[in-house]
């Protein structure tokens, strides 16, 4: 498996991605898949909502290829396992609901502070609810879990909920990171990622 997708957060910030991917083993192709209307991402007129911005990243996805997933980028990484497990080859996700209920647990209102920051930002990211619990036991690709015990916005419990319902899971915790510690804690997160890739490389003999 030497095709890699990365799906930014909610902020939509491509470049997120730059120190993780300069760390990964050579050999890798990358991808990157920008949301229009986020970051510096033009318009598109196909994407109005939530549903059609789905339905965009997952058209996008046309290979064999491991999905490494940021926040909400990891609610598409989901829809991709189940909707294209052909393709989909296994899932590595940061701090990420996964589509799961949060309701229950204990987390920052990062929608407030969002919606302030990115004010020209469509409305409607913040307001989807879905919840895919019922369906992750069917995602059957190895699934990597990189938890920041410092997250207040997807807390280790979440990491942890996550784990116990897919089929095949590992947890991994980066110690001090928060939130965006995929970005900060770089060269952690890429050793975690590393070892992962290895057993697909192994796999692949």
Same mark, same amino acid.
């Given at each position: ?11 939509? /910030? ?10 990964? #083993? ?12 986020? $970051?510096?991402? #033009?318009?598109?007129? =196909? *994407? ?8 965009? *990243? ?7 290829? @491991?999905? @490494? ?8 990484? *989901? ?10 080859? $296994? ?8 589509? @799961? =209920? ?5 987390? $920052? ?6 919606? /302030? ?31 920041? =015990?410092? =997250? ?10 996550? /784990? ?12 001090? $990171? ?28």
């Amino acid at each position: 498996m030497k095709h890699l997708i990365f799906l930014p957060g909610a902020s939509g /910030n491509t470049a997120f991605w730059q120190p993780l991917m300069a760390l990964l #083993p050579a050999g890798y192709s990358m991808q990157v898949i920008a949301y229009p209307e986020f $970051g510096d991402a #033009p318009a598109h007129p =196909d *994407v109005a909502d939530f549903a059609s911005l789905s339905r965009h *990243v997952l058209g996008q996805i046309e290979q064999e290829s @491991i999905i @490494i997933a940021q926040s909400m980028g990891g609610i598409f990484a *989901v829809q991709a396992a189940l909707q294209k497990p052909e393709l989909v080859k $296994g899932l590595v996700l940061i701090a990420t609901s996964g589509g @799961i =209920d949060l309701s229950r647990f204990e987390i $920052g209102d990062w929608r407030t502070a969002y919606k /302030n920051q990115f004010l020209n930002y469509p409305d409607w990211f913040t307001a989807v609810q879905l919840d895919y619990s019922a369906q992750l036991p069917e995602i059957r690709q190895k699934v990597l879990l990189l938890w920041g =015990d410092a =997250d207040p916005v997807s807390p280790v419990a979440v990491g942890q909920q996550l /784990n116990r319902q897919f089929a095949d899971s590992s947890l991994r915790i980066i110690q001090g $990171g928060d939130h965006l510690f995929a970005e900060q804690h770089a060269p952690q997160a890429a050793a975690q990622i590393s070892e992962y890739l290895q057993h697909f490389a192994q796999r692949a003999h």
